[in-house]
């Protein structure tokens, strides 16, 4: 079977199937075997590995995750991509292909009949457009996970990683940080895809935190804070939080907390970091 993490043997595997790209499903395929390499290396797989691959595709990394894995669950949301993966994976005994959506589908369960609920890791060339929500399920579901290896936007893989003080820091760095250590393990040029896509992109890691790294007693009011602060980050944390239907507590009590922390009235959310977010959840919460 062709190795598909070249241009030619992308473009015949898509000529012999007629298929036509789909831009609604953020289709853009890989053509380049250094960075699909490097993927595989950065995931660290073992044959004791059960792999989640969400969109194989025409199943150019798939190959790869199949060859360094011992099993591997692909989920596919375009049915048109089903019978050429049949073809391009046929080589291989330890892959299942499922064709949903993979925000529709029970990943707990995947992970309990494929791998008897032991963490799984995740690696996928994500469909930009369900990045958030794709990475987000994973860890708010409580799916066992050991880390998860992604191309993304690099916009958003900066986004993962950055600290307060920068224009990126936002509620979807705060979440990531909570369950997760992330690091960017590769730059991306839109050359690396077909077709090319209109935005840089990166490889991410996501290691899975054994313990989150900040003790907080309500992790749903820590998140409601957070999301409160960022939705409004050009005003104070007191009139972000006050003005917020999601947190349930007045201007007053949110004001004495805020000052009983010794933390200015006028701070702004936008500055506080995961543990000054834990402790004002925790002064709140007490
Ligand atoms: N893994 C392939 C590669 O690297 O060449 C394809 C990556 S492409 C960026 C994203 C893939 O995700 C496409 O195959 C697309 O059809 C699939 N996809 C899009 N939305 C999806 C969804 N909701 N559930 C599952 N797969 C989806």
Redesign the pocket.
């Known amino acids: 079977m062709a190795n598909?993490t070249n241009p030619q043997d992308?473009i015949a595997v898509i000529q012999k199937y007629n298929f036509m790209f789909?831009k609604?499903?953020?289709?853009?395929?890989?053509?380049d075997t250094h960075v699909?390499d490097k993927i595989i290396r950065s995931a660290g797989l073992t044959k004791d590995d059960m792999v989640l691959?969400?969109?194989?595709?025409?199943?150019?990394?798939?190959q790869h995750l199949a060859e360094n894995a011992g099993k591997v669950v692909?989920?596919?949301?375009?049915k048109n991509?089903i019978p050429i993966l049949g073809e391009t994976l046929v080589a291989y005994d330890n892959i299942t292909i499922i064709n949903?959506?993979?925000?529709?589908?029970d990943i707990n369960e995947l992970a309990e009949k494929y791998n008897g609920g032991k963490p799984i890791k995740v690696v996928?060339?994500?469909?930009?457009?369900?990045t958030t929500p794709?990475i987000m399920g994973l860890f708010e579901s409580h799916v066992p996970i050991e880390s998860i290896t992604v191309?993304v936007q690099k916009e958003v893989a900066d986004r993962m990683q950055v600290g307060p003080g920068t224009k990126d820091y936002g509620a979807l760095s705060l979440a990531v940080q909570y369950y997760a250590k992330p690091e960017i393990v590769a730059n991306v040029p839109p050359n690396c895809?077909?077709p090319r896509?209109n935005v840089g992109s990166a490889v991410i890691k996501l290691t899975r935190f054994k313990e989150p790294p900040v003790e907080v007693e309500d992790e749903q009011l820590m998140f409601k804070l957070i999301r409160a602060s960022f939705n409004q980050r050009r005003k104070t944390l007191v009139n972000g939080l006050s003005n917020s239907p999601e947190i349930p507590f007045g201007k007053e009590q949110i004001t004495e907390a805020i000052v009983n922390l010794g933390w200015s009235p006028t701070l702004r959310g936008e500055s506080l970091t995961l543990e000054e977010f834990a402790i004002l959840a925790n002064s709140l919460s007490s």
Do not use: C, H, R, W
């Open positions: 598909l992308t789909q609604k499903f953020g289709q853009n395929f890989l053509i699909v691959e969400i969109g194989p595709g025409i199943g150019s990394l798939t692909a989920v596919e949301i375009d991509l949903e959506d993979i925000l529709k589908v996928a060339n994500l469909p930009y457009y369900i794709i191309m895809f077909i896509p």
